[in-house]
T-cell receptor, first 110, second 114 residues
Framework: GEDVEQSLFLSVREGDSSVINCTYTDSSSTYLYWYKQEPGAGLQLLTYIFSNMDMKQDQRLTVLLNKKDKHLSLRIADTQTGDSAIYFCAESWGDDKIIFGKGTRLHILP | EAQVTQNPRYLITVTGKKLTVTCSQNMNHEYMSWYRQDPGLGLRQIYYSMNVEVTDKGDVPEGYKVSRKEKRNFPLILESPSPNQTSLYFC?????????????FGPGTRLTVL
């Protein structure tokens, strides 16, 4: 069946770049998402990419999509303490189906 | 197998007819929550529960009720559904709602209110 996998934990020094990786199994997905969950809060949509794109950049965030390898990554430039959170990768097919990964905990070192 | 289950998976109903979407987890998790997902809006939290008999509002609680009488179950109740509640709903659970807890999501419930 469909599955979304991501690394569970990432530790990065403040000011460095963070790269969070995700792999998915279904090549027919239409959208791929990155969500952020801060402590005590719900999920916040961070960014998304259409499956026919290779890259999307939004300020400090860069999303890269490798359709051949079914690999999605989120790069956060100049990581700050406020970036400390759990990041969820998700893939969807239109409005009817979405599958989330279990989340990557990003820990910022001083 | 550790999982979060939701029922029904698909539901079409009419305005004003009360409905309940069930959510159950078998991991003895303390924290459970409900989200709705709408195109362009991402996931928004409706209600959450830190433990039995402890519930609190999320970002979009209007028109919804929840209850947490048992640890494993967290039903979402729509007393008088309206078309703007047509959405894709997710239940989720985690060990304690803590900072580093993994959140497990159910498969989703597609609700259409006519």
């Amino acid at each position: 069946g469909e599955d979304v996998e991501q690394s569970l934990f990432l530790s990065v020094r403040e000011g460095d770049s963070s790269v969070i990786n995700c792999t998915y199994t279904d090549s027919s997905s239409t959208y791929l998402y990155w969500y952020k969950q801060e402590p005590g809060a719900g999920l916040q949509l961070l960014t998304y990419i259409f499956s026919n794109m290779d890259m999307k950049q939004d300020q400090r965030l860069t999303v890269l999509l490798n359709k051949k390898d079914k690999h999605l990554s989120l790069r956060i430039a100049d990581t700050q303490t406020g970036d400390s959170a759990i990041y969820f990768c998700a893939e969807s097919w239109g409005d009817d189906k979405i599958i989330f990964g279990k989340g990557t905990r990003l820990h910022i070192l001083p | 197998e550790a999982q979060v289950t939701q029922n029904p998976r698909y539901l079409i109903t009419v305005t004003g007819k009360k409905l309940t979407v069930t959510c159950s987890q078998n991991m003895n998790h303390e924290y459970m929550s409900w989200y709705r997902q709408d195109p362009g809006l991402g996931l928004r939290q409706i209600y959450y529960s830190m433990n039995v008999e402890v519930t609190d509002k999320g970002d979009v609680p209007e028109g919804y009720k929840v209850s947490r009488k048992e640890k494993r179950n967290f039903p979402l109740i729509l007393e008088s559904p309206s078309p703007n509640q047509t959405s894709l709903y997710f239940c989720a659970s985690s060990l304690s709602g803590g900072r580093w807890d993994t959140q497990y999501f159910g498969p989703g419930t597609r609700l259409t209110v006519l």
